[in-house]
């Protein structure tokens, strides 16, 4: 047995479509080329065809919609746009901040968690750069593969996501001479990029 609110529902829809035939006829009603009344047969024939073609044309343009905004939805971020750019437990926010606290935390000896923040602000650069996008279901080997036209880039990356993944998955704890080599890689890819965009400016 159907809900109330269901039969509820197709007693409106019936309503509102009955209402439509009864314009549509009164309107047909008085149109002929001849001049002369519509026989009712045709009146009822034409508002029936007229009525249906306007509730498909409706169910169409609902359906556009629907289209629409799942193609919207479906966008990288749209979701949840925080959790969509969020990396280990990290929010990325840009070059400057994530570098910042690598600096800081790498001061304080904590060079596992200032290897994590040099990863992501070596992301941010890249993206903020436009060389590539950030989404949270690529791999780092997704990213490798997008800068093989950059060599440069590439070998920095790679050497930082490198110590990245090993202290964070491979539970081998970054030392200072590493963390050093990861900062330097971070900052000729920071020099290449300049060279690049003064070249191309």
């Known amino acids: 047995m159907a809900q109330p609110w269901i039969q509820s529902m197709t007693q409106k829809w019936q309503a509102v479509f009955q209402h439509l035939l009864d314009n549509l006829r009164q309107g047909f009603s008085h149109f ?81 968690a200032a290897v994590r923040e040099l990863y992501l602000a070596m992301l941010c650069l890249l993206e903020e750069q436009g060389i590539l996008r950030f989404e949270a279901t690529r791999s780092n080997a997704d990213y490798q593969y997008t800068l093989h036209h950059h060599p440069a880039l590439l070998q920095s990356f790679s050497e930082i996501a490198g110590a990245f993944e090993s202290s964070r998955y491979g539970a081998r704890h970054i030392d200072a001479g590493h963390y050093q080599t990861c900062e330097v890689r971070y900052q000729q890819a920071s020099e290449s990029i300049t060279y690049r965009n003064n070249s191309h400016g």
């Open 32 to 112: 002929s080329p001849t001049g002369e009344d519509l026989p009712p047969y045709l009146i009822d024939i034409i508002s029936t065809a007229a009525g249906l073609l306007l509730v498909l044309l409706a169910v169409f343009a609902f359906y556009l919609m629907l289209s629409s905004l799942r193609r919207l939805l479906s966008r990288p971020g749209m979701h949840h746009p925080e959790t969509a750019r969020v990396v280990d437990g990290a929010l990325l926010v840009s070059s400057a901040h994530h570098r910042a606290e690598a600096n800081r935390l790498g001061q304080a000896g904590q060079l596992d």
